[in-house]
């Protein structure tokens, strides 16, 4: 069952399973209020997922390999990292900007994989500026070049944008999915991996909204 961290707050989400009967249509599994929620009327121009996260949540490390499986199973969808700004302190603004530079970089799946693990396997957290300064440099980044990039207008921006759609959906709770700049996925409605990509694929159909590759 999937768990979320609350943001600003310690407590955890219990996550309840819904069980589905195989023979019914995709439209009587799914169901408004109980298995997503519409948090926006305004669609998004192509099919996209988009995963609300923090660096300092656990739920966020485990469901990793999930997220990459959803990937990998909508290979037509825009997937987005969409890193939230309420947790880790100081830390949670540093990190979104750190992961806008290594974004714009093309160093973002890398970043992601190594500071989750360096945080959640090795209990390495960066706990200042310094300490992602020195941790990106051992991705192969220099000091100077992060430097740049961090103070620049498009990584300003881009985090200005990962802000803004946590308010506009109004994100509370992490992790969570938003398809296709509408939908956000009820997660405790499914007990399994398998039924979460369901769910997501019968979202990113739902208002024919084109593939985007």
Known sequence: MWKKVLLGISSLLLAVGLCFSSAATADE???????YQVRSEKLSAT????????FW?????AMQPDFEAIAKAFPQANF????????GGMMGPESQRALAVMSNLGMEDLFVHELFTAMHTRGEIPMSHDDLLAFVTTLGVS????ER?????????RVAQYDKWCQDVKIEAV???LVNGKYLVTM????NREELIALIGYLLQKDNVPAAK
């Not at 000091?143 to 992060?146: C, H, S, V």
């Open 149 to 157: 990039e961090f103070n620049s207008f498009p990584v300003i921006g």
């Open 143 to 146: 000091r100077d070049k992060f």
């Open 57 to 61: 949540c656990g739920h966020c490390f």
């Open 80 to 87: 987005v990292r969409n890193p939230v700004s309420m947790l």
């Open 29 to 35: 599994q799914y169901e408004e209020g109980v298995n």
């Open 47 to 54: 099919q996209e997922i988009r995963e609300f996260f923090s």
């Open 175 to 177: 992790p969570e999915i």
């Open 188 to 191: 405790e409605s499914v007990d």
